[in-house]
């Protein structure tokens, strides 16, 4: 009998009568029918070699009747390496740096999913477009108390149009432009919102709320998720987050994460009016990027369950059209527009397949975006 456990960086989730297991090191999944789900189990209350007594007192039938079959399904968990010393799981980033005097003044106190942060800033026209750009992410209650991240954006030398930004004390990005910095910047606190909200889930993905509930859309880059995701705010629907959902494992419902909606050039044409009103320090970069301050009503004054998940892809000029997705390539699609699940462990996995299995998942290609907005909408 093979002498060893299952690692613990390897997590299942319930399939049918068998199971479904992720190794967290490569992203493989692994479908496992009744019996071998059963073996895999049995490895979480100890070592292979008790596996055989662990199901025979289940199934009333002999442990040595059932060692050979063990034997054969454990010699295949093993050659798949899902078998080795119980180590752990990644841990959540450490603690905050001992607090240091900031640099600069204050622009205030921010949320990012879970995560709160102070922003300073040393340059009065830097602040005034990052003031705008987090402004969405601006907690309501300046005063609330609690441990803090914090960034400085600092502009180190007056000759020079660059500026220099840090995010708890460690670099994030030196003598940058101050457009290249900002969305540097966003990117780090979306890493942020991941990483500081343990207890999601979170996608790639945009969502937004509509008045049956909230709909995720996860995509590669580029793929027009955050054309699509602003074509609904423009259409009347909630804005929820552009680029990283956050889901709640327990009640399956959005976290809302409303951070300024991340366009690029190929979006301008389509949404002109969404046109920000930037500063000339960043004229020039608003060429290549916009920030979009969401309008309309904010998603966190409710609660938001998912009821569906839509994956579009923008082909100019092709016919839109929704493609229902089967359940085991669901999984593999949320699986693939997914960040580290390491902080939400287990729970995390089981949450992202019940999703695929109890809601509905469709690819759309978008040939035009009002057609788009009017499909997702039509849902339901």
């Known amino acids: ?26 992203r493989r999944l692994h ?22 007594d662990l199901l025979a007192e289940r199934y009333a039938v002999p442990a040595d009747q059932l060692r050979p079959d063990i034997t054969r399904v454990l010699r295949d968990f093993d050659a798949e ?21 900031p640099t600069g003044r204050c622009l205030g106190r921010f949320g990012a999913g879970m995560w ?9 026209a830097v602040a005034r477009e990052v003031g705008r750009v ?31 930004i840090r995010c708890d004390g460690q670099p994030v990005i030196s003598g940058a432009p101050p457009g290249t910095g900002l969305d540097v910047l966003v990117g780090a606190i979306n890493a942020r919102a991941v990483s500081g909200s343990p207890g999601c889930v979170a996608f790639h993905a945009g969502a ?8 995720i859309l996860p995509g ?21 987050s552009d680029e990283v959902a956050l889901v709640d494992p327990g009640p399956g419902t959005i976290v809302p994460y409303p951070k300024s909606i991340s366009l690029d050039p190929g979006s301008f044409p389509l949404l002109p009016h969404l046109r920000p009103d930037v500063g000339p320090r960043f004229a020039g970069h608003c060429e290549r990027k916009w920030h979009v301050e969401p309008r309309g009503p904010r998603g966190d004054d409710q609660v938001w369950p998912v009821r569906a998940v839509v994956a579009p892809t923008h082909d100019a000029g092709a016919t839109t059209r ?59």
């Open 1 to 26: 009998m093979i002498t060893c456990t299952r690692r613990a960086d390897v997590v299942a989730a319930p399939w049918g009568d068998g199971a479904l297991l992720l190794d967290l090191e490569d």
């Open 31 to 52: 479908e496992l029918n009744g019996p071998a789900a059963a073996v895999w189990n049995a490895l979480q209350l100890g070592e292979a070699d008790a596996v055989p």
């Open 81 to 101: 390496g899902l078998l080795g010393p119980a180590g752990c799981t990644s841990t959540p980033p450490g603690s905050v740096p001992p607090p240091v005097r």
């Open 116 to 124: 709160r942060f102070s922003v300073w800033c040393t340059d009065d």
């Open 134 to 164: 987090l402004g969405p992410l601006r907690m309501r209650d300046q005063t609330e108390s609690g441990a803090d991240g914090r960034i400085e954006i600092v502009h180190e030398n007056p000759a020079d149009l660059v500026v220099s």
């Open 208 to 215: 937004v709320g509509l008045p049956w509930g909230a709909v």
């Open 220 to 240: 590669v880059s580029n793929s027009g998720k955050s054309t699509l995701v602003a074509g609904l705010v423009d259409a009347g629907a909630v804005y929820l």
């Open 322 to 380: 929704l493609e229902p997705v089967g359940r085991r390539q669901a999984v593999e699609l949320l699986l693939a527009n997914s960040f580290d699940f390491a902080p939400a462990g287990e729970a995390g996995f089981v949450a992202l397949v019940r999703l695929a299995r109890e809601v509905p998942v469709h690819r759309l290609t978008v040939g035009a975006l009002r057609e788009a907005t009017r499909v997702v909408a039509a849902l339901r």
